[in-house]
């Protein structure tokens, strides 16, 4: 979940070329899934529930603007974490964005329902993510935009390979976000 209480600033990260990481296992009971018809709802429910949005409305707007044109590649990047009743807990997408031009691999909208949050889902769900961006867009650098809000999850990001980057990726980066960011962090990091 956000931790709003810190200053906002976002960053970016990316993974050099390379395996993929060690697989990181689930706890029992938890499954990976693929996107299938009407797991739309479950994304919004999951992205809501980590603060990214105010309504599971407006997180399903924007699901349906930017994924939902693209149905043959949801069912293959959408990914879900799965509890034993089938119940989708945790979702991550192996998609890509255009940048000068060049379309490149990214980690996007990452989240875990805040209830089961440090099982290991997280880890789990960025290993078999940043796995399947690799499978689907071959080997070369991955990246992801984060934020300060997500400090815990920045942790995980490195723990598979990413790493906080200054440079400019998309077009409402800012050079000096990167600084800033990495000031926030270090503070976070002392007071824990």
């Known amino acids: 979940m956000l931790d709003k209480s810190v200053p906002h600033v976002v960053f970016y990260m990316r993974r050099e070329a390379g395996p993929p990481p060690?697989?990181?296992t689930l706890p029992n009971g938890f499954g990976f899934s693929l996107y299938g018809d009407g797991d739309d709802q479950s994304w919004a429910v999951i992205e809501t529930s980590v603060l990214e949005f105010d309504s599971e409305f407006a997180a399903l707007m924007h699901f349906k603007e930017k994924f939902a044109p693209y149905p043959d590649e949801l069912s293959r990047r959408c990914l879900f974490i799965e509890n034993g009743d089938g119940r989708k807990v945790a979702t991550a997408t192996a998609w890509w964005s255009i940048v000068e031009g060049q379309r490149r691999p990214w980690l996007q909208w990452v989240g875990v329902d805040p209830e089961l949050q440090g099982l290991g889902l997280?880890?789990?769900?960025?290993?078999?993510?940043?796995?399947?961006?690799?499978?689907?867009?071959?080997?070369?650098?991955?990246?992801?935009?984060?934020?300060t809000w997500s400090y815990k999850a920045v942790n995980i990001y490195r723990a598979c390979g990413f790493e906080p980057t200054d440079e400019k990726l998309l077009y409402r980066n800012k050079k000096d976000n990167y600084k800033k960011a990495m000031r926030i962090l270090e503070k976070v990091s002392k007071r824990r």
């Open 22 to 24: 060690a697989k990181s």
């Open 122 to 147: 997280g880890k789990a769900l960025i290993s078999r993510a940043t796995e399947l961006l690799i499978e689907l867009e071959g080997e070369g650098p991955l990246f992801l935009k984060t934020q």
